[in-house]
């Protein structure tokens, strides 16, 4: 069994971590955990996908670094 501990908890990637200690807002932080928790498991809902454009739009940077990341690039 798993100890509190060892569960890996969000943000799960080290570039959303970096990102977020510049943050400097609940708003954003919420937008790149969110971005995140997209790029690991996308939604075909409207609404989440148009959000997530969004997000990718205004920090292509991170967009790229996050799924260089999740690809193990």
């Known amino acids: 069994m798993l100890a509190a501990s060892n569960v890996l ?10 990102a977020l200690e510049e943050a ?5 932080e919420a937008d790149l955990l969110f971005l995140e928790a997209w790029e690991m498991r996308p939604e075909p809902l409207l609404g989440a996908t148009l959000r997530a454009s969004q ?15 999740l690809k193990g690039r």
């Open 24 to 28: 400097n807002n609940p708003g954003t």
């Open 55 to 69: 997000i990718r739009r205004a920090n292509p940077g991170l967009a790229a670094a996050i799924d260089a990341e």
């Open 9 to 18: 908890r969000p943000p799960y990637t080290k570039a959303v971590r970096k």
